[in-house]
């Protein structure tokens, strides 16, 4: 089984999808790093299955464009994407690894292999260099989900850490925190010691805290249509404004002072629980920086509940923002290990489910619940999303999606409050059974609901993709 950190599951970097773009951005990079650099004449990238189905929604071709020519998703600006790209486009070379221009077309280097697909996953991506010697070396990643990859042929190097708490099923998070007496995040924490020090767990966790509530920042202040041809109106900003009425504010931190002290109804706070998420997917949708939570396309779940917290709990305090990203991503990792993150292979109860259950299990232990009472509330919000079908409009990561994470955001506060109010030993489903459950629903899906564009919504709803 793979050893999977929390900050394997939140990734930084940059939209629409973290399967789709910041996988094969990845493999891209991989790829620059196995061959040798500075004796390539010229590169090919082939793209299989869903990552050619739907790669040109996703920005698949462009990710992996940035990928070779040596960017990275955690530091380049946002702003500078583009160029990079039109200048490839124009100049038709591409700095190979940062380091070598060679010349590369993307309009023929890069190939869409509609109707093929590599046996071992979805999202397959081989790349070819070609030697100045007339030799050549191709080598083959998958992008897995969540940003993960995998390499044709290599072990999973996660396996080979040991951990001083192993967890492949709830049943065994669930002992090791009876045993030692501590909750979950507690738990997850003493495993995190292996790769860092406690002072780096906080703080990067602390970080990935700020990227998220930035983004949510950035899409609450960003008006206008979103970018790819649906012609998709970006709604949190017109939300913020009307939910503040007028309030003023100084900066992000004066922002979520005002959103604490507001109207708290039910109503309202449905509304900025919403609000929150679709900033995250808007932003998400327009190539911007978020925090993959597990992926790029339920990026919006986690942030939004986790703010729910911050502005609405009277018990909220800072440090259950490390509690809050610790027990998610545990959670995500049960569910990586068990079934899928991968909607090419699971569908949307994959990425919004499994999203979804994080938050769920993270805000119930931040509300006092028990560890069991956690992995009540992560069952209770996955049960709700199972066999819940990917199906993105013209191949683009914004209708249903980023509705979607409204939804899933919703369903997780809902989850937790019920999980709060039972006894979870009368539970009649338990965490394992609901992970299992997902991974035969998901094996039994038909192709064309699992990020191929080829049914439900994507096949109902007639779009005339306007060129931008
Ligand atoms: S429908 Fe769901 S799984 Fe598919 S791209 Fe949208 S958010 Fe991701």
């Not at 960003?222 to 998709?232: A, C, I, R």
Request: net charge negative; aromatic share 8%.
């Amino acid at each position: 089984m793979e050893r999977i950190s929390v900050f394997d599951i939140f990734k930084i970097g940059i939209g629409p999808s973290s399967s789709h773009t910041m996988g094969p951005w990845r493999a891209a990079q991989r790829f620059t790093q196995d061959i040798d650099v500075s004796r390539v004449t010229a590169v090919q990238v082939s793209l299989y299955g869903s990552l050619a189905k739907t790669g040109k929604g996703h920005g698949t071709d462009l990710a992996v464009l940035l990928g070779l020519n040596g960017d990275d998703p955690v530091t380049i600006p946002v702003e500078a994407v583009q160029p990079t790209i039109d200048g490839i486009n124009l100049l038709k070379t591409i700095r190979l690894g940062g380091r070598r221009d060679i010349p590369f077309d993307p309009a023929s280097d890069v190939v869409f292999l509609y109707d093929q697909t590599l046996p071992y996953h979805a999202n397959g991506l081989t790349f070819t260099a070609f030697y100045d010697n007339g030799e050549g070396e191709s080598h083959t990643y998958y992008s897995v989900g969540g940003g993960f990859v995998v390499k044709e042929g290599e072990q999973d190097l996660h396996a080979t850490v040991t951990l001083p708490f192993p967890i492949d099923k709830g049943l065994e998070l669930k002992d090791w925190c009876t045993q030692e007496g501590q909750a979950i995040w507690e738990i997850v924490f003493r495993n995190e010691l292996t790769w860092r020090s406690e002072t780096q767990v906080r703080e990067e966790l602390m970080h990935i805290w700020t990227v998220m509530r930035d983004c949510i920042y950035k899409g609450c202040h960003t008006d206008g249509m979103l970018p790819g041809g649906l012609e998709v109106q970006r709604r949190a900003a017109p939300m913020n404004r009307k939910l503040l009425e007028g309030r003023p504010y100084r900066d992000v931190n004066d922002w979520i002072r005002q959103i604490s002290r507001g109207n708290h109804t039910f109503q309202q706070i449905l509304k900025w629980v919403s609000c929150f998420a679709l900033a995250v997917n808007e932003e998400n949708a327009a190539f911007s920086r978020v925090v993959t939570a597990p992926t790029n396309g339920a990026a919006g779940v986690i942030p939004a509940v986790l703010m729910y917290h911050l502005c609405f709990s009277e018990s909220f305090v800072e440090e259950d923002i490390v509690r809050f990203l610790l027990t998610a991503g545990e959670m995500g990792s049960l569910f990586k290990k068990g079934a899928t993150i991968s909607a090419a292979m699971g569908g949307c109860q994959a990425e919004i489910g499994v999203s979804s259950a994080m938050a769920a299990a993270a805000l119930t232990e931040c509300l006092g619940g028990s560890a069991e009472q956690a992995m009540m509330a992560a069952e209770i919000a996955m049960e709700h999303h199972l066999g819940m079908t990917c199906d993105p409009i013209g191949g683009l990561v914004q209708v249903p999606c980023i509705e979607r994470n409204t939804m899933g955001a919703i369903k997780a506060i809902t989850a937790s409050q019920i999980a709060l109010e039972s006894d979870p030993s009368k539970a009649k489903v338990s965490l394992d059974a609901v992970i299992r459950t997902m991974k035969e629903t998901a094996a039994d899906m038909n192709t064309k609901y699992k990020e191929t564009a080829d049914g439900g919504l994507a096949v109902h709803i007639s779009v005339n993709l306007v060129e931008c």
